[in-house]
């Protein structure tokens, strides 16, 4: 089997392959063009087809083959989206998308067809809190969670029928300002980052119910941000937490989680009765990380940055803690991380 990394790069407008060899080193073996502002990316659950937004206009998604004995990509197909979509993922089965739009404050729905193709035209759009920014359903399948960035909310679903049921949103503390979500393997617990404080809240989960257990917070000199965007009041955001992205290893005990305006990478130890969070420290990494993602062994971070020409990989240590960064060639506008064991 061989391990593969997808990147992002907005600026480019391409997919970047790496090989990620047992030593942890990233071999470029090429670059996928897709198109301007390319972002989020989202791999089907049988790890034969890579989805990836664009975010430029006219918004849609590409479709690409994943070759298992090279991880070059070929062009499978293009369909629209119906908004510009920081988030991206596949329900459990690979027969649903979903997105999830920061500007437009809604969640949708599209069809999958058996070869992995998307539906022309959205099932389902449906209007959220302000500022929606990830959608991914639970382990089970059976529930799916949208954090609203900006109304301090979590949007609870049921997913029946291939269909979305709204069930009563999750109020969180006001200026918090939920972003990214990682369920643990057993699917007992949701864990939801803050762009604006950067730490991240323990919620229990019980069949689609939410109960807060604990926020652990980020120790930083930083401020606390606020909300961004065109319609977002002026305001001097050099030394405001602007936390981006958030894993678990596969086996759960350490999570990580990025800071683009330190550019460093956060890591916690997992309490397995609980589900708290301790804070181990934090690394410095790629400028500006917006995405990363853990190799399928626990041992490797890797990250991208969004004003970085470079991609690194972190060892992960046995107590959690991150090692220093290893620099390998990367592209313009590092945006998202994917990677897959095939």
Known sequence: MATYAFVSNAEDGEIATYVLNAGGELVLRGRTRAAAAVMPLAISPDRRRLYAAVR????SVHVFRIDPSSGALSPHSVAPLAESFPY???DRTGRMLFG???????????????????????????PVGRNAHAILADRTNRY??????????????????G?????RPMQMKRGTG???????GDNRCLYVLSELHGGVTTFALDDGRLTEVATAPMPTSLRPGTPRGADA?????????WAADIHLTPDDRFLFTSERTSSTLCAWRVDPASGKLAWLGAMPSEKQPRGFAVDPTGQYVVASGEKSTTVSVHAIHRDGSLGPARRFP???????????EV
Do not use: C, M
Request: zero cysteines; hydrophobic letters at 40%; proline letters at 7%.
């Open 233 to 241: 009041p002026p305001r001097e955001r050099d030394r405001d937490v």
């Open 144 to 161: 799916v969670f949208v954090p609203a960035l900006g109304s301090d909310q979590i949007f609870t679903f049921a997913l029946e029928g």
């Open 56 to 59: 430029s206009k006219p918004f």
């Open 330 to 340: 990367g592209g313009k506008g590092g945006s998202w991380v994917e990677i897959v």
């Open 88 to 90: 991206l993922s596949l």
């Open 178 to 184: 939920p972003r990214h979500l990682a369920f643990s």
């Open 100 to 126: 999830a739009s920061y500007q437009g404050h809604l969640v949708s729905v599209n069809d999958v067809g058996s070869e992995g193709e998307v539906a022309a035209e959205p099932g389902q759009v449906i």
């Open 163 to 167: 269909r979305l049921h709204a069930g």
